[in-house]
């Protein structure tokens, strides 16, 4: 009798635990769904195509989609996969209404480095999961999840990482600013790179890589950027 009743309860939790697996299901699909009516296509223009070619594989440029609202562009600009969603907000409309722009070319540089990065599904929850844990570690060491961008030209002396190697949005970053640099001409006082040095002492101090020149630094995220794409291919 007692045998029988444990059986009866296992069938009823079973049976509970397949109404809630076929809900989430359908919540899922039905969030998809909402996602697909509020999001508006972005098509690239010529000159955004010819600047990611600077980088990236055309086939791999065709291949990735990008987004206006939807459900996944809250909170900010987010890259799922293959489909990047910018946030409707002032910074995303000035984005989208000026595509050639800096900013706008910066943007799909970095997030179209996040999509090489999740090229495949495992590689992609892989990557989403990792940067997630990166911002989210930042958020609670240092009060903001922008340190998760920042980068060291030597990955001995990653004090906000402390890991060696690049997490995703560190070398979503690196690209970022290697393109800004070679392709822009842009300030190194802009970019999210720093170095640090130890001394005799065994002391680390940090600086940014603005102290450097622009060539050695250059030089160097050339041959990080490099590695980075190769690792991904």
């Known amino acids: 009798m007692t045998g029988k009743k444990i059986n009866k309860k296992k069938r009823q939790i079973i049976k509970i635990l397949a109404y809630i697996t076929l809900f989430l299901i359908l919540l899922l699909i039905l969030l ?4 697909i009516l509020l999001r508006n296509e972005i098509l690239l223009t ?13 086939n791999h440029i065709e291949s990735v989609r990008f987004y206006e609202g939807g459900l996944l ?23 989208i209404n000026n595509p050639e722009s800096e900013e706008a070319i910066l943007l799909i540089v970095h997030e179209v480095t996040h999509t090489f990065q999740g090229k495949r599904i495992d590689s992609c929850i892989k990557m989403s ?31 906000f990482n402390r890991k060696y190697f690049y997490n ?52 160097n995220l050339e041959n990080i950027s490099l590695d980075i794409l190769d690792k991904y291919k």
């Open 32 to 35: 998809i769904f909402i996602n």
């Open 168 to 219: 995703p949005e560190q070398e979503a970053s690196i690209i970022e600013d290697y393109y800004y640099l070679k392709f822009l001409d842009g300030n190194l006082s802009n970019t999210n790179c720093y170095d640090c040095s130890k001394n005799s002492s065994g002391d680390i101090s940090c600086f940014s890589c603005d102290n450097y020149s622009k060539k050695y630094v250059l030089d």
């Open 73 to 95: 562009s809250i909170g900010s600009t987010k890259t799922i996969c293959k489909s990047i969603y910018i946030l409707p907000n002032e910074k995303g409309k000035h984005i």
């Open 46 to 58: 010529s000159y955004q195509k010819d600047s990611l070619k600077n980088i990236f594989p055309q």
């Open 129 to 159: 999961l990792s940067s997630l844990y990166a911002q989210f570690r930042a958020f609670l060491k240092y009060g903001s999840r922008n340190y998760a961008y920042y980068y060291p030209l030597n990955l001995s002396f990653d004090i």
